[in-house]
């Protein structure tokens, strides 16, 4: 593979987002408030209520500042979707907005695990996944998000921040569970991201995509974690929408689409929430085929054709939304 590079530094074109998202915490219900180390803990959901905007915003964060994201009309299945469009897309979602980086700390018998997504993965270059993008950042002050319910402590902040090389007075954690309103839509914004990343995992080359943008239904809240997370991945996996636009060869680009969507996996076919319980908690234990949108577009730049695969279920996103049925 012939990874891209870039001389774009995805913390610094996200910095002025994050300063916005500090100074405009009041409108948009955030808490914020400095850690003992000196770092700066965004709570958008947790103490503080947060809500969909602030949610928007965290997904542009994450992102780098180098795609859009946007609440628009659905149709009659889900009136609301999640949009999100880059024109960066393989830096924007693989290089930062994916939620790669394992971030754990014991202390006695409290154990604090998250995966951090967000600029800061790419300073510390933890992931394997660097390696294929040929690409690693450097800045003196960086933001991660974590999708957690409670602040990390501060040992693993300080953790961070070393090994992102920054000063902790320099690190921004926003922290977004996945119950919260802001976390729903910054899960779900990770619709496109999902599909790159599958296509790496599908060893397509990165460097042939070259444009992409996708959307997904924004699915209510739920009080229970399990539920809620099911909920944000069956927005994507049974009515997200991805289309990509590849260089390359017509038939690479008919090979990517006929493997690509959600359906392809053995587990496709019940709500991801009892996929979960059926393997007792146990990600790895999933398929990993279906992590990704349930249809896509792969339009070969090259012939002008383009190939839809997979389909949505309206009926299941009804089930695991708890959608209640019309009065008689």
């Not at 921040?161 to 910054?186: N, Y």
């Amino acid at each position: 593979m012939e990874p891209p590079s870039s001389p774009l530094s995805v913390n610094a074109l996200s910095a002025p987002l994050v300063a916005a998202l500090l100074h405009d915490r009041a409108a948009l219900r955030l808490g914020v408030a400095l850690d003992a180390c000196g770092a700066t803990l965004v709570d958008a959901g947790i103490a503080a209520p947060g809500g969909l905007e602030a949610g928007r915003r965290i997904a542009e964060i994450c992102l780098a500042g180098l795609g859009r994201v946007s609440l628009v009309p659905g149709d009659a299945a889900w009136p609301w979707l999640v949009s999100v469009h880059t024109a960066q897309p393989v830096l924007a979602c693989l290089g930062s907005q994916y939620a790669g980086w394992s971030l754990q700390h014991q202390e006695g018998d409290q154990n604090f695990f998250a995966l951090g997504s967000g600029p800061g993965r790419s300073l510390a270059a933890k992931e394997p996944i660097f390696a294929d993008l040929g690409y690693r950042d450097r800045a003196e002050e960086t933001v991660l998000v974590l999708e957690v319910d409670r602040a990390p402590p501060t040992a693993l902040l300080r953790h961070a921040a070393a090994e992102c090389g920054v000063a902790p007075e320099r690190l921004t954690v926003i922290m977004t569970p996945t119950q919260s309103l802001a976390g729903t839509v910054q899960i779900v914004a990770r619709s496109l991201e999902v599909a790159l990343h599958k296509a790496h995992s599908l060893h397509f080359p990165l460097a042939h995509i070259v444009d992409g943008c996708g959307a997904a239904p924004l699915p209510p809240p739920a009080p229970d974690f399990v539920q809620a997370m099911g909920r944000t991945n069956d927005a994507i996996l049974y009515a997200g929408t991805v289309q990509l636009f590849v260089a390359g060869a017509e038939a690479e680009a008919e090979a990517l689409a006929d493997r690509l969507p959600s359906g392809a996996s053995r587990d496709y076919g019940r709500p991801f929430a009892e996929t979960f319980a059926a393997y007792k908690g146990d990600f790895y234990q999933i398929d990993p085929l279906l992590f990704s949108p349930g249809l896509v577009q792969v339009t070969a730049l090259a012939s002008g054709r383009t190939f839809r695969r997979g389909r949505h279920d309206p009926d299941l996103i009804a089930r695991s939304f708890a959608v209640a049925p019309p009065r008689a």
